[in-house]
């Protein structure tokens, strides 16, 4: 299993155990996994797509360095009113 497989199931369990998610699925919905294709993924038959990872960061502003095991931060900082500016 790949790092980015990995640290996707991984951030599953970091949502659902932060109270943003309850469920799997809501994951699934979010980036446009089928429930059925989780599981494969559990079990390495198959692999999150670059579009799953790009929908993972920008839904819960995950850091995509995170992902791909350079950073040790899961999330990024968070934006306030003077960023946006």
């Known amino acids: ?3 980015a497989d990995k640290q996707m199931l991984h951030l599953i369990e970091i ?3 932060s109270g943003r998610i309850r469920f799997g ?3 699934c919905e979010a980036v446009g ?3 059925q294709n989780l599981y ?3 079990k390495g038959e198959k692999h999150f797509t ?3 990872i790009e929908k993972a960061v920008k839904e819960y502003k995950v850091n995509a360095n995170w ?3 350079v950073s040790d931060k899961i999330f990024l ?3 306030t009113a003077a960023d946006t500016k």
């Open 1 to 3: 299993m790949s790092m």
């Open 15 to 17: 949502l659902k155990s």
């Open 25 to 27: 699925t809501e994951f």
């Open 33 to 35: 996994l089928l429930k």
């Open 40 to 42: 494969k993924i559990q």
């Open 50 to 52: 670059p579009d799953h």
């Open 67 to 69: 992902i791909f095991g």
């Open 77 to 79: 900082p968070m934006e």
